[in-house]
Structures are given as C-alpha cells and as structure tokens.
T-cell receptor
C-alpha cells in the first residue's frame, strides 16, 4: 500500500537558517506529492505540490522536487523566518485513488 | 475564497453520548473526507464520500459513521463516544483527480470525558 515517511521532529532552527525536511514515499505507480502546512490553531493548507517526476513545486520561498529514483520529496527553504513556525505534512495521492496519505508531520520552530 | 466550514471548533462530551460533527463546503466539490489528527500519528482517514449518499471506509472507521445527504454537507457521527475518540477532527473536500489537492476546514477539537 501507500505510505509516507518524514523526518521526526521537532526541528528548531534560528532565523535565516537553511531548512530541509526529508520525505520519502512508497507507492505503486506514479503518485502526486504534496506538502501541507498547519499554523498554530488552524487547519491544513496546501504549501506546494508536484504531479510528475522531476517536477519542482514552490511557494513562499519553499521548494520540493519530485525524485522518482529516490522516491523522495524533500522540503527546502533557503532562509527561514519566525513566521514559518508550524507543522509540516508530506502527503501523496495515487492515480485512481482520491485519498491523501499523510506522513506523521514535522513540527518546526524558528527562534529569532 | 474557497471555504470548508466545520460547525464546532471545540466540543466537550461525556462517554456514551452521541456526537455529530458537521462540515459544509462551498466549492461544489464531489469528494469530502473526515480525518482524525493525533500527535505522532499524523492524519488518519476515517471515511470519505465521492458523491451524495456514497461513502467509503477509510483506515480507522470503527466507532464512526457518516452521512452525506447533500453535496455540500458531510457529517461525522460518533454513535457512542468513548475517551479514545478524544482528538482533532479535520474535514476536507476536493474535486476528483489525482493531481487535485484537498481543502481543509479549521478542525474540531473533541474531548470525551
């Protein structure tokens, strides 16, 4: 079946540091891949997505590249801000299946 | 702006009570979902619906049921609440298609005493 594994948190970084949150997946076929973000007290919102191999999703300075050869979709940002403090979820959706399968989430805290 | 609205942000219920969680979307989406979010476990799918009156079990349907009488509304029902159902419940909707993202509500935090 489908599964998503993301690095365990919590992750604490200083402002302007480089961020990587690792995500790998197991799926049959060619899934679409997503990163969602959950700010304190809010629901999940889409951060970025990629729908085929070698696609790069980007938004708000965050990037992730769909790597089929390593079955990975790592989230990166060059310079984090305090406002990026949130929980980040990696997820996949397989062709012919409307359900999103989520990783366990990574809590990120940025300190000034 | 697209919107998924969950009727209650916070609920406190007693063991054995029947609990209704309501969700409404204004985007005319075919698919609607109920997830449960617990620390360390991420989001787990309880039920989803791909059309009015249609439903399918997710990964953890035990102790829950759902109702979708209208396209825009999807209700989650706990027939007899138990303490292990204390959790954050997230409703989502989406159009059909593997590349289409889910849109989430703000969540309903349920405490069962």
């Amino acid at each position: 079946g489908n599964s998503v594994t993301q690095m365990e948190g919590p992750v604490t970084l200083s402002e302007e540091a480089f961020l990587t949150i690792n995500c790998t997946y197991t799926a049959t076929g060619y899934p679409s891949l997503f990163w969602y973000v959950q700010y304190p007290g809010e629901g999940l919102q889409l951060l970025l997505k990629a729908t085929k191999a070698d696609d790069k999703g980007s938004n708000k300075g965050f990037e992730a590249t769909y790597r089929k050869e390593t079955t990975s979709f790592h989230l990166e940002k060059g310079s984090v801000q305090v406002s990026d403090s949130a929980v980040y979820f990696c997820a996949l959706k397989n062709f012919g299946n409307e359900k999103l399968t989520f990783g366990t989430g990574t809590r990120l805290t940025i300190i000034p | 702006d697209v919107k998924v609205t969950q009727s209650s942000r916070y609920l406190v219920k007693r063991t054995g009570e029947k609990v209704f969680l309501e969700c409404v979307q204004d985007m005319d989406h075919e698919n609607m979902f109920w997830y449960r979010q617990d620390p360390g476990l991420g989001l787990r799918l309880i039920y989803f619906s791909y059309d009015v009156k249609m439903k399918e079990k997710g990964d953890i349907p035990e102790g829950y049921s759902v109702s979708r009488e209208k396209k825009e509304r999807f209700s989650l029902i706990l027939e007899s609440a138990s303490t292990n159902q204390t959790s954050m419940y997230l409703c989502a909707s989406s159009p059909p298609g593997a590349a289409r993202e889910l849109f989430f509500g703000e969540g309903s935090r349920l405490t069962v005493l």
